[in-house]
């Protein structure tokens, strides 16, 4: 039972004493993240582009776990505002359309105002 930590950089993840993903008996499970381009540290204003930045984000924990997109098995979505959902629709067809997780949205705030989505995803590892 080895159990593999992964971080993806962000100064959150020490500040707040949490892993990017943890890996255990083949399931990769991947903590909340959010719109932020790690390389800059900003956030852009629009959801849709958050949403990109953070299924890339998830993409690049996942490969670092043994997994890919292909195989998550469970997504939530979380978003302050329900309505702005929508909008992140054709991102969330690119990368999952043909995945299709078993999926769940969430209307409630987040930490920051200026984070408009937070997506987690469980995953297990891809079968060689």
């Not at 930590?5 to 959010?34: C, H, M, N």
């Not at 992140?88 to 949205?105: H, K, N, S, Y």
């Amino acid at each position: 039972m080895s159990r593999k930590l992964i971080s993806s950089g962000s100064p959150f993840e020490a500040k707040i004493g949490y892993s990017r993903a943890v890996v255990q008996d083949g399931w990769v499970f991947v903590s909340g993240t959010t719109g932020y381009d790690y390389d800059t540290m900003t956030m852009p204003a629009d959801v849709a582009d958050q949403c990109r930045n953070a299924l890339n984000t998830i993409k690049g924990a996942l490969e670092q776990g043994g997994a890919r997109m292909e195989d998550v098995v469970r997504v939530t979505y979380i978003l302050p505002e329900g309505k702005d959902f929508e909008a992140c629709f054709p991102v969330l067809q690119e990368f999952f359309g043909d995945i299709r997780p078993a999926a769940t949205m969430i209307s409630c705030p987040l930490l920051d105002p200026e984070m408009k989505i937070e997506i987690e995803v469980t995953a297990r590892q891809t079968q060689e």
